[in-house]
């Protein structure tokens, strides 16, 4: 094993960058990243704990001692072999760290293939999908790795040509000499991986010289998933693997106490039927004869964890639990607000499916887990294996928007498994998933803005609601970056790493209140700023408006982020903000900072039929540092809008004593293609620095400006969400 270490690259921040050879017949390397010191940006004029450090830091810190476990592959074929330690769930990642490795090594995208790993438990933290986190964290392992390939071979050519390597270049995935002959990188794999000195530096490009890294790119594998050739969780095919489902109880965590599967097993096509912790699975030859025996078992079910509470009760419980301000109510010069969401599931196009073998003292699970790791030890532990003796495959996910950092569905297909001594083919209905999956939890919000003589005072948000459950990894990795996670608690961490107002608003204190419950809850895009922040930028509007001032002069005034202004400026500038309109139509913009990036949205809305709003146009502005591809940016940014849009004028459920009331998308009310805007242009900003987070960056903001649109439109300020909420029967 040899290294170097090159000059700090423009662009891959202030650390320092190793790349390792490990022992293989072609050339495969692996890259290390050191922190000389966090990445840091100008704080605004009134830092918070997110302005110093916030979760993106975090995760980034915590991850950095197996960064170096990153592999690269140049096959004998001339195949560029990335092994990616994160779940793609749609997001686009596979495509944007192709672009990374391709530019880095003068290879065309289409000569790189990504893999995505299998839990290895060596990677420790740096194997967790979520928080925005993924570009972040890998940029500069991926860039350095990639640079010490493109070394190697060029030191291989010179040796095999016996001119200067730096003589050399690289094109098209092959090595050029300056009279034009060429090498393939497939040709020099195994005389690179032999290669002791190099002769020319590994080092990343100057930003510069980047011509895929930055440059608008369709998903590599956009074809496969326009054409059905994509192959997803469900898709997994084991040979012998049996359909299976579960039947669940009818409340939130209800028990089974007996069942009769007499008639069910008596159904055509039902070859087992297993009692599991979470309900009881029937396998059959098909998913219609699963499901259709489901009906024919007789179960008596035990209590679950809510029973007898319904919204109401829930409500009043985070209303009394809220935190009190500590400022005094002035009159005319504060301005208090009180808001609420409802209960949201993640609702991912593909539901929950997981396929398990295990057999023989061994288990291969499929799953498209973002914590496989902690996957693999949870069915290890489910089914009294050693670690080592389970496979967890990460396979492509139909969407997550966080649903997937659990595993549950792993977990019961091993089971049942087990059980049966089958492989099986585990499906949640979309009933399952809506009622007995993940869900972010329902919230109050109370806040208090105070201002004297033209200055702000204090501006106070108190946030109660349900814990949101980290126990999926992200709190064993703050508790690893040194947050003191079992004394404060991982919500009130990550609610604190990420929750901040980017406004000179005197002083700022939030606060979060946990009220126990125990119902299933989950990381939703954007974790607590799809709620928090959101509420902030609505506050920001009544605050201009008791003022009498225009919201987006306001907010410029009042930003202490120059990027922030920037992106502000942009959606004015192209949506042409204060045009005039129509009565009942009515223009909202709003703004977020996180994840080292920031985003601005301008919508209008129609409101002229009360029962059915509508945005009818979306304008966005994103800076997120350096948009590895902005085509893909655009994309997380219009899903970010269709989100807001949902989350603010329909999507929610209802809890009814216990009970999730909707089950499917007939009535939990997620935009269809008809409540999409019909018009949505987002501009991508020049880059600014390294990049940073985007994922869940644009929720906030785009939720944000429909509310505000609509409080304009209609002169009435919406205070609970979905506003529709109440009319579907809340």
């Known amino acids: 094993m040899s290294a170097i270490e090159p000059e700090t690259p423009a662009g891959v921040s202030r650390r320092r960058v190793l790349a390792y050879l490990v022992a293989a017949p072609t050339l495969t390397l692996v890259a290390k990243i050191g922190l000389d010191a966090a990445d840091d940006e100008p704080a605004g004029a009134t830092p918070g704990v997110a302005d110093l450090l916030d979760l993106s830091d975090a995760l980034t810190a915590v991850a950095l001692p197996t960064a170096y476990l990153l592999r690269l592959e140049i096959t004998a074929e001339g195949r560029v072999v990335l092994g990616l330690p994160r779940a793609e769930v749609g997001q686009g990642i596979t495509t944007a760290f192709a672009q990374i490795v391709a530019d880095e090594l003068d290879a065309p995208l289409s000569a790189v293939d990504v893999e995505l790993d299998p839990a290895r438990p ?118 012998g693997a049996l359909p299976t489902v579960v039947a669940r109880p009818p409340t939130i965590k209800g028990t089974v106490r007996s069942v009769d599967a007499t008639d069910a097993r008596a159904m055509p096509g039902v070859v087992a039927v297993t009692p599991i912790p979470s309900g009881v699975a029937i396998t059959a030859e098909t998913f219609h004869q699963a499901q259709a025996a489901t009906g024919a078992l007789r179960v008596e079910w035990g209590p679950g964890t809510i029973d007898g509470l319904s919204d109401a009760d829930i409500f009043d419980r985070l209303r009394r639990s809220t935190a009190p301000f500590v400022t005094l109510p002035l009159g005319r010069a504060a301005v208090d607000r009180t808001f609420e969401f409802a209960f949201a599931p993640h609702a991912p196009m593909e539901t929950l499916t997981a396929t398990a073998d295990v057999r023989d003292g061994r288990a291969d699970v499929w799953y498209a887990a973002k914590s496989p790791i902690l996957a693999a030890q949870s069915v290890a532990a489910a089914v009294g294996l050693p670690q080592d003796a389970v496979t967890l495959h990460v396979v492509r996910g139909g969407g997550s928007f966080g649903h997937r950092l659990f595993f549950e569905p792993a977990v019961e297909a091993a089971q049942v498994s087990r059980a049966i001594g089958r492989p099986v083919r585990l499906m949640w209905t979309r009933n399952d998933d809506t009622r007995h999956g993940r869900l972010r939890p329902a919230s109050h919000h109370k806040v208090r803005a105070t201002h004297l003589l033209g200055s702000f005072v204090a501006y106070e948000h108190r946030h109660a609601t349900l814990p949101v459950d980290f126990s999926h990894g992200f709190g064993e990795a703050l508790s690893g970056a ?187 009310l997620y935009a269809r293609q008809a409540q999409a805007p019909p018009e949505i242009e987002v501009h991508v900003m020049a880059p600014t620095g390294p990049p940073g987070g985007a994922g869940e960056l644009g929720v906030p903001a785009a939720a944000a400006a429909v509310a505000n649109a609509y409080a304009r439109a209609t002169g009435t300020l919406p205070t609970r969400f979905p506003i529709g909420f109440d009319a579907a029967g809340g």
């Not at 419950?517 to 989950?522: A, E, K, M, S, Y």
């Not at 940016?633 to 809890?655: F, K, N, P």
């Open 482 to 668: 040194g947050f003191d996670v079992l004394n404060v608690g991982a919500t009130q961490t990550v609610f604190h790493l990420t929750q901040k107002v980017p406004y000179d608003f005197g002083v700022e204190t939030q606060l979060l209140t946990d009220v126990p419950l125990d119902v299933p809850t989950g990381s939703w895009r954007g974790i607590y700023s799809g709620q928090t922040a959101t509420v902030n930028e609505i506050m920001v509007d009544e605050i201009a408006r008791t003022l009498r001032r225009d919201p987006l002069g306001f907010r410029r005034d009042k930003l202490s982020s120059p990027r922030a202004r920037a992106v502000l400026d942009r959606v004015g500038e192209i949506g042409r903000w204060g045009r005039t309109m129509p009565a009942g139509t009515a223009q909202g913009v709003a703004v977020h900072e996180e994840y080292k990036s920031v985003v601005a949205y301008l919508v209008e809305i129609d409101c002229r039929d009360p029962a059915a709003p509508r945005v009818t146009k979306g304008v966005c502005a994103v800076d997120v540092g350096r948009a590895v591809n902005p085509r893909g940016l655009e994309a997380q940014m219009q899903g970010a809008l269709v989100d807001g849009i949902s989350t603010i004028l329909s999507a929610g459920v209802h809890i009814d004593r216990g009970a999730v009331r909707e089950g499917s998308f007939a009535d939990y």
């Open 122 to 239: 060596e990677l420790l933290f740096n194997q967790l999908t979520g928080g925005s986190n993924s570009i972040h964290s890998l940029y500069a392992p991926m860039r350095t790795v990639a640079a010490a390939a493109r070394a190697r071979l060029v030191t291989a050519a010179s040796e095999r040509w016996g001119v200067s390597a730096s003589s050399l270049r690289t094109a098209d995935a092959a090595v050029v000499a300056p009279d034009g002959q060429t090498l393939s990188f497939g040709a020099l794999t195994q005389a690179a991986a032999a290669v002791v000195d190099l002769l020319v530096p590994g080092t990343p490009k100057p930003d510069a010289d980047l011509r895929l890294n930055g440059r608008a790119t369709g998903r590599i594998d956009g074809r496969d998933i326009v054409t059905g050739a994509a192959r997803y969780a469900l898709d997994v095919e084991v040979p």
